[in-house]
């Protein structure tokens, strides 16, 4: 089944596939072009051919004339009085004339004609005496213009293709006497028919005419196999960034949508913060009181529990929604994760975390804001301990490279899914029930708001790393 195409491919589609289709036209069009230029040449060729041929039967006449003048008919004349063909004598001396006039001469037949179209000699005996076939080619001749056809046998293909089994040229022309130490050409004694076998000729013809087809042909079928792998190339590289373009499209208009949520939640979770405060002082006063009359009663305490706990997802949820400008100023990253390990020593003493710390010497003194960072590490290292509820131990890393301070967060956890991996950081994304799926977003806005990167990624021992590099400040 063929695939839809998005508009955004399909524009850009559009121009490409023009090119595409111009290039391919033309590269039949050259083809074409090139067949017929080639069937042009051969038809150059072969006519070239034919003038040649006909130029040496003339030549080949002309000389045969001398010889005949020369050798037969003077010599026969003075000797016999009169020339007679039929007498065995006067034929044989005019076939050795003739034939050592053209032997070694490309020539297959040789007809003598008398004034009235009778054939007195012919390398033919079968054709002796016969009259009346010289035609119009004789008629000229005994004018005194020669002229030569083509004669051609073959199949209606073979004579399509032009290459016939047998392809003969015929020249006729005239006879004449001669007149010693004259320019001007005697009496016209007869005519001469030449027949000149052309058949290898026409092959040899033939076999360039389908090498250069076969040559064009073979270059063309490398140009368009470079043409297919191009265009191949060119459309898997739009596709690609059509869907690029695609999926940024996406991410716009979820990250439109989110600001809106957040906006709304931002002012929402401000309307709530004061009754929570308030709700949150009453429980505690209620605490004190109820302490004297019902003191094994936990329901304030459960009011204050969970009034802080709201409290505590609606400032994740304004800081995520409204970050911060980072207030900078010197700031000592051993004195936020120390700060960060002091808070949670309660909790982590009470539940079995052993917070290992290994912090380069000398780490160097970077310009950030203290509380913003405080709070980035704080929601690192409780997600670390959420990932192991059976508590564990985690390890964090700082020192310098390239640079940059590299901080490192480490658990023995369960590590994150794949399926996780891809939406970690997309807000309100949460495995845990009672999760916010902010923690890791206001982190990123953090460490981003400094100039900084975060990546988390599964350790191979097992659970998770979360890296962070930020900044070093060029000392002034
Ligand atoms: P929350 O903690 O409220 O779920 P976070 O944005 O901090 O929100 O985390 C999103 C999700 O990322 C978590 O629900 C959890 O699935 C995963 N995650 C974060 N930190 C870790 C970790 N150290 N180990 C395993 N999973 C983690």
Redesign the pocket.
């Known amino acids: 089944m063929r695939k839809r195409l998005h508009p955004i491919h399909s524009e850009r589609v559009k121009p490409f596939r023009l090119v595409k289709y111009f290039t391919f036209s033309s590269l039949i069009l050259i083809f074409a072009g090139t067949i017929v230029l080639s069937m042009l040449n051969t038809h150059w060729i072969r006519s070239m051919q034919f003038s040649k041929s006909e130029a040496y039967a003339l030549l080949l006449i002309e000389n045969l004339n001398h010889q005949v003048f020369m050798q037969f008919i003077l010599p026969v004349g003075l000797t016999f009085g009169k020339i007679e063909l039929h007498n065995k004598d006067q034929y044989e001396r005019m076939d050795s004339v003739v034939r050592s006039t053209l032997h070694s001469f490309k020539v297959s037949m040789v007809n003598i004609y008398g004034t009235r179209d009778i054939i007195a000699y012919s390398f033919s005996n079968d054709l002796m005496g016969m009259e009346n076939l010289g035609g119009t080619s004789f008629q000229n001749a005994l004018e005194g213009k020669s002229s030569s056809k083509l004669v051609q046998k073959g199949s209606f293909w073979e004579l399509f293709f032009g290459v016939p089994k047998e392809i003969r040229i015929i020249t006729f022309a005239a006879l004449r006497a001669e007149k010693p130490l004259s320019p001007v050409a005697g009496p016209v004694l007869g005519v001469v028919e030449i027949e000149q076998d052309l058949s290898d000729d026409y092959r040899g013809i033939f076999r360039f005419q389908m090498l250069t087809l076969l040559t064009v042909s073979g270059v063309m079928l490398m140009l368009f196999l470079i043409l297919i792998s191009v265009v191949k190339r060119g459309e898997g590289i739009i596709q690609k960034r059509a869907q690029e373009q695609l999926k940024l499209k996406e991410q716009l208009s979820r990250a439109k949508h989110l600001s809106s949520i957040g906006e709304m939640m931002a002012g929402v979770s401000h309307e709530i913060r004061n009754p929570l405060g308030i709700i949150s002082s009453s429980a505690e006063l209620l605490q004190k009181k109820m302490a004297s009359e019902d003191p094994m009663t936990r329901i304030p305490s459960i009011i204050i529990e969970e009034s802080t706990r709201l409290n505590n997802i609606i400032t994740?949820f304004l800081n995520y929604a409204k970050p911060k400008v980072p207030n900078l100023s010197d700031c000592r990253i051993e004195d936020v994760i120390d700060k960060n390990i002091r808070f949670l020593s309660t909790q982590t003493d009470a539940r079995g975390y052993r917070i290992h710390t290994y912090l380069d010497h000398g780490l160097p003194i970077i310009q950030a804001d203290g509380d913003m960072l405080y709070q980035a590490f704080l929601?690192?290292f409780?997600?670390?301990m959420?990932?192991?509820p059976d508590g564990g131990d985690i390890a964090v890393w700082a020192k310098t490279a390239n640079g940059s301070l590299w901080i490192a967060?480490e658990?023995q956890?369960?590590?994150?899914?794949e399926n996780?991996m891809e939406?970690?950081?997309d807000?309100f994304?949460?495995?845990?029930d009672?999760?916010?799926?902010?923690?890791?977003?206001?982190?990123k806005n953090i460490i981003e708001a400094h100039q900084g990167k975060v990546r988390?990624d599964n350790r191979t021992e097992g659970?998770?790393?979360?890296s962070i590099r930020l900044p070093i400040q060029e000392e002034i």
Do not use: E, H, Y
């Not at 659970?463 to 979360?466: H, N, S």
């Open positions: 994740d929601n690192l409780i997600n670390a959420q990932a192991m967060v658990d956890g369960s590590g994150i899914s996780a939406k970690l950081w807000p994304f949460t495995t845990k009672k999760g916010t799926g902010l923690g890791l977003g206001i982190v988390i659970g998770a790393r979360v």
